[in-house]
């Protein structure tokens, strides 16, 4: 998911729809455009302003890779966490804003959020939540078109016992998304704590290939649950 800061800015080309050409002004048919071209926002807090991301390289988690480590597998099965799906997006989005450190700047600022929260109602965005008792203390949102899932942020909350629990949300959302046929786990830039998972870094000009497979296929988002044994699919065939 989205850390790091990118030199790269958005130019409006002239595919993009007529009505939405201002790229400062973010709305759910922008996002869906700019998504299956490879494109995502980010706030600038210092400029004030949105910019528009498109790495070269750019990392995927790829689903038939998709590695667990034994500890985490441990904490999975143990089913300390309830995992909820789509109870409190802008919830979750708010927790991810939350600067890490005092100096901490968020790319993730209320414009932002506004426009996220307005894709999710279209159901083109989701989160995954993990609760214990009545306390929010992991997850992790991204965007949703075709068979293409775009990991935006996840935050967790140790000083509220949720040591791990984003990682717990990304183990259920692999195994969801082999579930339901999804091809494509964009997690836009790649980081150490992600390489843990199988993350890798592809070229822009397969990225896009593997891009235009995914966004073309004809995949719902449908009616997430958990296996009653606290487990997912992740480690399963679809």
Known sequence: MAKGPCVLCMTVSKDTPPDEADPQR??????RWAYRQGWFPMANPEAGAIEWFNPDPRAIIPLDAFHVPASL?????????????DTVFEGVMRACAAPRTPDDLTWIDDAMIEAYVRLHKQGS???LEAWLGDQLVGGLYGVHVGGAFFG??????PDLGGTNASKVCLVHLVGWMRHRGFTLLDTQFGTEHLEQFGCVEIDRRQYLVRLADAVQRDVAWGDFRVRPDGTDSATDSP
């Open 26 to 31: 973010l709305t759910p048919a922008l996002l």
């Open 73 to 85: 597998s441990r904490e999975v099965r143990k089913g300390r966490f309830e995992i909820r799906c």
């Open 125 to 127: 965005a989701h989160c």
């Open 152 to 157: 935006e942020s996840m935050f967790s909350r």
